[in-house]
């Protein structure tokens, strides 16, 4: 009896279609948004309340003109109407000292190799990101 029930397990197993085990590009882009909206809330959670209409933006990011776009704390600006990517006209702050912006530094300096601090500081701003220097 043990060995019927094993092997119609094994039947109903290989007759399933397979199961996809890699992750989409939609699951690790909405993994990439919940984990810069953590860091923010760590490191921002004034700035990230302040940003609504009609209040005051606290002085280490007044300069951006930050606003809040879907829960992502952005740089806002003249660019709006500018005919580039949403990303290059509104990039996400990122805070200088978290463990979020090493891994992104990282990554990045990964696909870019040995090619000095500003190639760096253009490839960080041309994939969307700013990263805070105060």
């Known amino acids: ?4 029930v094993l092997e119609a397990k094994a039947m109903k197993e290989e007759t399933a279609e397979p199961v996809n085990k890699s992750l989409s ?3 690790l882009d909405r ?5 810069i909206k953590h860091a ?3 490191h921002f959670p004034e700035e990230m309340k ?22 992502i704390l952005r740089i806002g600006g003249r660019l709006s109407q500018a005919e580039i990517s ?22 990045i300096h990964n696909r870019v190799g040995h090619l000095g601090k ?3 500081q253009c ?6 990101f700013y990263m805070q220097v105060h």
């Open 123 to 128: 490839f960080i701003r041309n994939t969307g």
């Open 1 to 4: 009896m043990v060995f019927d």
């Open 25 to 27: 590009s939609e699951i």
């Open 86 to 107: 949403f990303d290059a006209k509104h990039p996400v702050i990122l805070p200088k000292k978290s463990h979020v912006t090493t891994l992104i530094i990282r990554d």
């Open 31 to 35: 993994a990439e948004v919940a984990i």
């Open 40 to 42: 923010q809330r760590q």
């Open 50 to 71: 302040r940003t609504e209409p009609k209040k005051n933006v606290s002085t280490r990011l007044r300069q951006l003109n930050p606003v809040l776009i879907e829960g």
């Open 118 to 120: 500003n190639v760096m």
